[in-house]
């Protein structure tokens, strides 16, 4: 059990790289053309979009700050193993939501926007979709790395509605009347 915990856990933090700052808005924008192209793509099956779109962005999203934040006060509560499978799971649920909203992309351009501090240690990426109607903002959050130059994604705001605060709202009100197990089972 202990062998399985410490490779889980050194898989995740293995697939954290990381932006500079300075590179911020120059590798997002790289990474969102790089979706947009794959999104476009009507000769790629399904599983191929999937499959590149998520190791696009899995060295910018920091999954276990994501469910750390989701869970709240719950997560102190946990044991690793606990912890370790409930990453598991809300990473699959998040990539699997981050890609059905992905599909309903059509055509529209994207806009990376200005970069902003708001903290020593937080910075908010703006960015537009824009449509042939309506413009949405997309926010993504990132904190500084401890003890180094590293910028990773904990958060994503899709017209002023954070994903991770809404998480963190549905489980709270989910854990007061259900089991971890059943919250687990859920995702």
């Known amino acids: 059990m202990l062998k399985k915990t ?3 856990t050194l898989l995740t933090m293995s697939t954290l790289l990381g932006i500079s700052e300075s590179n911020i808005k120059t590798e997002m ?3 969102i053309d790089e979706i947009t192209t794959v999104l476009q793509d009507k000769m790629l099956p399904v599983e191929s979009k999937k499959e590149k779109i998520y190791s696009n962005i899995d060295g910018v999203f920091d999954y276990k700050t994501m469910s750390q934040i989701s869970l709240g006060k719950k997560w102190k509560t946990l044991s690793d193993d606990e912890k370790n499978r409930f990453m598991t799971a809300f990473e699959g649920k998040l990539k699997a939501s981050y890609f059905e909203k992905l599909e309903l992309y059509t055509d529209q351009k994207v806009r990376v926007k200005e970069l902003e501090k708001v903290k020593a240690t937080r910075i908010q990426l703006h960015s537009d979709i824009i449509g042939v109607e309506e413009t949405y903002e997309v ?3 990132f904190f500084k790395v401890n003890n180094s130059s590293d910028w990773l994604i904990y958060d994503v705001e ?3 509605v954070s994903i991770i605060q809404t998480y963190r709202k549905q489980f709270a009100e989910f854990l007061k ?4 197990d059943e919250l687990l089972a859920s995702l």
Request: aromatic share 12%; charged share 20%; glycine share 6%.
């Open 139 to 141: 926010i993504y959050k």
């Open 6 to 8: 410490v490779l889980l």
């Open 29 to 31: 924008t790289i990474k």
């Open 177 to 180: 009347t259900k089991s971890f």
């Open 158 to 160: 899709i017209t002023g």
